[in-house]
């Protein structure tokens, strides 16, 4: 069963910018934190980023200060802004939502971004 979305990835050249987004279904009950991970060919998946119920963000030193995480409670929804992009963004994006009722971990099933020189 498919309860989480992702959607907004593509090819896109060096410096150039994408917005990922994450629909969770309303079947989650008790979101706490909503994190993004990401996964290059022949790499290991690794945190980019995260941000918690109340707001609170973090963000692997590899993209800080151009990536921005956040949320829309209403509809359900966390994006990822990614701007300034460079060639080893390129990877396999995957949200991840943890949910307080019962504790659980969610995945989805990955977009593609691909940045080029």
């Known amino acids: 069963q498919v309860q989480l979305v992702e959607s907004g990835g593509g090819l896109v050249q060096a410096g150039g910018s994408l917005r990922l987004s994450c629909a969770a279904s309303?079947?989650?009950?008790?979101?706490?934190?909503i994190s993004w991970y990401r996964q290059a060919p022949g790499q290991q998946r690794e945190f980019v980023a995260s941000?918690?119920?109340?707001?609170?963000?973090n963000y692997a030193d590899s993209v800080k200060g151009r990536f921005t995480i956040s949320r829309d409670n209403a509809k359900n929804t966390v994006y990822l802004q990614m701007n300034s992009l460079k060639p080893e963004d390129t990877a396999v994006y995957y949200c991840?939502?943890?949910?307080?009722?019962?504790?659980?971990?969610?995945w989805g099933q990955g977009t593609q971004v691909t940045v080029s020189s």
């Open positions: 991840n939502v943890e949910s307080l009722g019962p504790t659980r971990n969610y």
């Open positions: 309303r079947t989650i009950l008790r979101i706490n934190t």
């Open positions: 941000i918690t119920s109340g707001g609170g963000t």
